[in-house]
């Protein structure tokens, strides 16, 4: 069964950066498209950005030219690297893959909080 272990998250300033990291078990990582998604409070699990098992990057508008999906296929990681952070930015982020966010599968994902 697949696994995400989310982490990284933690408090920055208005402008910082962060780097999440997703480890992800089992052997099928390569195959799949991963995804970032992020719960403010208070508000629905959004998709921040993806990136296919081809290197295809998509972005949400909110965090392009800000944010950078990755992966390492061997080490079976993606990563977010988060610049110009914003307040609007604070959240829980987890990592997916398409189908284990359709099926509401997550992993406890990360806390990224960003106040001065």
């Not at 069964?1 to 998250?9: D, K, L």
């Not at 965090?63 to 930015?89: C, E, H, P, W």
Request: proline share 3%.
């Amino acid at each position: 069964q697949v696994q995400f272990v989310e982490s990284g998250g933690g408090l920055v300033q208005p402008g910082g950066s962060l780097r999440l990291s997703c480890a992800v078990s089992g052997s099928i990582f390569s195959i799949y498209s991963i995804e970032w998604h992020r719960q403010a409070p208070g508000k629905q699990r959004e998709l921040v950005a993806a990136m296919t098992g081809g290197g295809s990057t998509t972005y949400a508008e909110s965090v392009k030219g800000r944010f950078t999906i990755s992966r390492d296929n061997v080490k079976t990681t993606a990563y977010l690297q988060m610049n110009s952070l914003k307040s609007d930015d604070t959240g829980v982020y987890f990592c997916a893959f398409p189908f284990t966010a359709r099926n509401n599968r997550w992993g406890q994902g990360t806390q990224v909080t960003v106040s001065s």
